[in-house]
């Protein structure tokens, strides 16, 4: 209990730099199994365990580090990580740890937290190598449930129904599953195999996946309420946020997940658009979260001249992760703080050779809580670039069978749930970006696993 005074915290290695940006790899090594235990074994086992407070699934956390720190007992770590959590291995890949349980860990004052999401991630591949697999119900029940949407929301949902011996079709408009952590996401974060992995799973405990198919268009939403006895919207919120400023659909400029798809794409060899080439160009990023960072990292791998980041606030009031900051940092992006784009720069062929850029300062004021910026007279400056990416947000981009069906939505687009996950439309539950506005795949996996629970509730099963 006190091995915390003398075992610091490690953080799993990273691949150089040189190295790392010359492929789509994960940048993370796995912990060490040895490491894994000794680190484990730094958790105190707070009577309150605030890590698991604050984590969404409110996973088991210092009941998992005890498995493994002081019993040694893999198969109990691995079985009470997958009981709470839908993808273990997913979450302590792509997870903010420090917003999130790592940030709430009581050693994070003065010691350092445990490194939570490394041991996660080590517990699953440790057991996955040695021949565990997440356990699904042998008996089924005679109920059939419809998910629409294959992202992190989606399949938490199919995972607790399939436990539970619901039949689920999955219905997916892209060619692979996984939503964004297939198609959104880089390889550098997640690779892609992790994600099929998990869906060939939900395939063998006979969860039926139908990809390259459009609801609303190839199979009419009507449809499947006649096929089944409920169904989930994990849908996502796909519609990117872009400047409103002159020229911003000129030629050279592309919003943040039209890049990271085309490029997934491209490293899938399906068909992409290879206009879309960032190599030897000067590349702007306009927007400072973590797709920006993704984009901006994206962008160095693709061999760009230059990659240069634009954001308005400063440094500290960065919206994104920090170690991704790092990441992008170390990894060869330049910065620019304070600054806002005022309209596109085009040559007479209509394609981008820049940015009239504006200053900001940060004011006094605060807008939802935040310092908000105000533009600095006559600090108008100029960036080049070749290629525009605008990593400013999501919204949802609502399908049409959503009001034709009585599906309300807020005025932000946002499908509208109660707190048990139900839409306005009796046996229609939604969950992720789709219902709460973009967030975290962690909040999406809560959505969907809280949805599957009441499913089962509303179905008396
Ligand atoms: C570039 C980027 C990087 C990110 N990085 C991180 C990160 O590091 N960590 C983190 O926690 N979060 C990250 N996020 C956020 C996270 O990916 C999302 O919050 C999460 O994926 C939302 O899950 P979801 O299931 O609600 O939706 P999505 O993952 O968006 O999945 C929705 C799916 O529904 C499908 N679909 C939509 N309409 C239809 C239809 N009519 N018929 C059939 N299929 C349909 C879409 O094709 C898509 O596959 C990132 C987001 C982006 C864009
Ligand atoms: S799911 Fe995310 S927040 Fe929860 S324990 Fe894992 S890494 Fe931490």
């Known amino acids: 209990m006190q091995n915390f005074l003398t075992i610091d915290r490690i953080e799993p290695q990273k691949r150089s730099q040189l190295e790392r940006t010359k492929d789509y790899k994960e940048i993370y090594e796995l912990l060490q199994k040895n490491d894994m235990k000794e680190q484990a074994s730094r958790c105190i086992q707070c009577g309150n365990p605030f890590c698991h407070n604050k984590c969404p699934l409110h996973n ?46 009581s050693l994070s004052d003065g010691y350092k937290a445990v490194t939570i999401g490394a041991i996660e991630i080590a517990i699953s591949e440790d057991g996955i190598r040695n021949g565990l697999k997440p356990r699904f119900a042998q008996k089924k029940v005679g109920k059939s449930v ?57 395939k063998e405990a006979g969860m ?96 760009a001249k230059s990659v240069t980041c634009l954001y308005r606030r400063d440094k500290f009031n960065m919206p994104g992760s920090k170690k991704e900051f790092k990441n992008a940092l170390d990894e060869g992006a330049t910065f620019v703080y304070n600054a806002v784009p005022k309209d596109i720069i085009i040559n007479s062929e209509g394609s981008v050779i820049g940015i009239n850029m504006q200053k900001t300062i940060m004011s006094n004021a605060t807008i939802g809580g935040r310092q908000s910026v105000e533009i600095v007279k006559g600090g108008d400056f100029k960036v080049d670039a070749d290629v525009v990416i605008f990593a400013l947000g999501f919204s949802p981009d609502n399908p049409m069978f959503l009001s034709e069906n009585g599906i309300e939505v807020n005025n932000r687009g946002v499908i509208v749930v109660d707190s048990k996950h139900r839409t306005s439309k009796a046996g229609v539950y939604a969950g992720g970006d789709c219902a709460r506005g973009t967030a975290l795949v962690v909040n999406a996996a809560a959505d969907g696993k809280a949805a599957a629970l009441q499913i089962l509730r509303d179905l008396s099963l």
């Open 60 to 105: 088991l956390i210092p009941f998992w580090l005890k498995a493994v720190g002081s019993k040694c007992d893999m198969d109990l770590a691995f079985a009470l990580s997958n009981e709470t959590n839908p993808f273990p291995e997913i979450t302590g890949r792509v997870c903010p740890q420090e917003r999130l349980c790592e940030g709430d860990c």
């Open 146 to 202: 419809a998910v629409i949407g294959s992202g992190p929301a989606s399949i938490a949902t199919a995972t607790y129904l399939l436990r539970a011996g619901v039949d689920v079709s999955m219905y997916e408009k892209q060619n692979r599953a996984g939503g964004l952590l297939t198609y959104g996401i880089p390889g550098f974060k997640i690779e892609k195999e992790i994600v099929a992995r998990r869906i060939e799973w939900l």
């Open 208 to 303: 039926e996946l139908k990809t390259g198919i459009k609801i609303g268009e190839d199979i009419s939403f009507s449809e499947l309420t006649n096929l089944h006895n409920a169904i989930f919207l994990g849908i996502g919120a796909e519609q990117s946020n872009k400047a409103n400023i002159i020229n911003e659909n000129a030629k050279g400029t592309i919003t943040a997940i039209d890049f990271l798809r085309n490029i997934q794409k491209k490293q899938f060899k399906e068909n992409f658009d290879n206009s879309i080439d960032v190599a030897n160009k000067n590349v702007a990023v306009i927007g400072g979260g973590d797709t920006a960072m993704d984009c901006l990292r994206t962008a160095i791998r693709e061999g």
